[in-house]
């Protein structure tokens, strides 16, 4: 019952209500990429615990592409009775024709004056407002961009406002915020499953085939009193496309060409990756092209491995079942 209810995610782009804190100099804890698939590949095994550590094992890898993200704005959230609150925002001087799908902001403005007030702001937390960039990939045949929010860790409330501010109207690419052999947390929206009955739903046993009626049901929705259904009762209903969280997955590589690791044919749903990559460890959730969030781990492993992976093989074979 740990996600109950299993009822259908507000919106598809994730929102991560809690950020670990960042013991180095300001810099951006999170980023974003579309899932291109799965494939194989041959590594070092770099797990120290692991029966098989330092021989070559295969290990599912899932292929992100990851397109450079856009800083849209700066935003300031001070602490109140009620939690944080927008302190005050600072958008992008010229916005990008394609954040204006997305976002509306004002034409006529005077931004020296913005700025001037904006650093006046005393708050707690520091956020920015990014947009992707989805005409840069082809697997994904949107133009609308995904606005979401990162936050900015590590330094004084001063220098995570100039650095935020730095980057303001900038491109933030993959190798900025990641390099082999980090470890992130994955957010995603799972793929959804349409409505269900209480077996797929959450996994009861099947009836007796002794029952009169049916198998795939539950055996009983509770006792006469009180008079109403328990929602520990496992029913039917939403199955799939709920927000979940992976933690701690490793960064096994970050690349800069996704034609090497393209398989022949294209991704199944996807297609070819030609820009920036990213290999992770492991399955994440999702289906092909959903949009994915990397975060900072918010509880990091005991056992910390500090080299990068060593990959041998990464295969190209095709997807396609042929």
Do not use: C
Request: no cysteine; aromatic share 6%; glycine share 10%.
């Amino acid at each position: 019952m740990g996600y109950s209810p299993r009822k259908r995610a507000r919106r598809e782009v994730p929102k991560l209500d809690s950020w670990p804190e960042s013991t180095t100099g300001p810099r951006i804890q999170g980023f974003a990429g579309y899932k291109a698939g799965m494939t194989h590949a041959i590594l070092v095994d770099y797990r120290p615990t692991s029966t098989t550590a330092g021989q070559e094992v295969q290990i599912p890898v899932t292929v992100l592409e990851t397109p450079p993200l856009k800083i849209a704005a700066v935003r300031v959230y001070s602490r109140s009775a009620n939690g944080l609150v927008t302190a005050g925002e600072i958008w992008v001087e010229k916005p990008d024709r394609e954040l204006e799908r997305a976002y509306g902001i004002k034409k006529k403005r005077n931004f020296s004056e913005e700025l001037e007030n904006f650093r006046k702001i005393e708050g707690e937390e520091v956020n920015v407002v990014v947009h992707t960039q989805p005409s840069l990939v082809t697997g994904v045949p949107k133009k609308k961009p995904e606005l979401m929010e990162i936050r900015v860790g590590g330094g004084t409330f001063a220098e995570r406002v100039s650095y935020a501010l730095q980057l303001l109207g900038k491109e933030l690419s993959v190798r900025d915020y990641l390099k082999d052999g980090d470890v992130v947390d994955v957010i995603a929206v799972t793929k959804g499953k349409g409505f269900q009955g209480a077996v797929k739903r959450w996994g009861v046993k099947l009836l007796s085939h002794k029952n009169s009626k049916h198998t795939r049901m539950i055996g009983t929705l509770g006792p006469k009193r009180p008079g109403y259904i328990w929602p520990t009762v496992p029913q039917s209903g939403q199955t799939g496309y709920h927000q979940r969280t992976e933690l701690n997955k490793r960064v096994l590589k970050v690349g800069d060409n996704g034609e090497e690791i393209t398989p022949r044919g294209g991704f199944v749903n996807y297609g070819k990756i030609s820009g920036s990559y990213l290999l992770l460890h492991g399955s994440i959730p999702g289906p092909a092209k959903r949009l994915v969030r990397l975060r900072d781990t918010v509880r990091p492993r005991l056992v910390k491995v500090k080299e990068a992976p060593v990959l041998t093989y990464i295969s190209t074979e095709s997807k396609q079942g042929a």
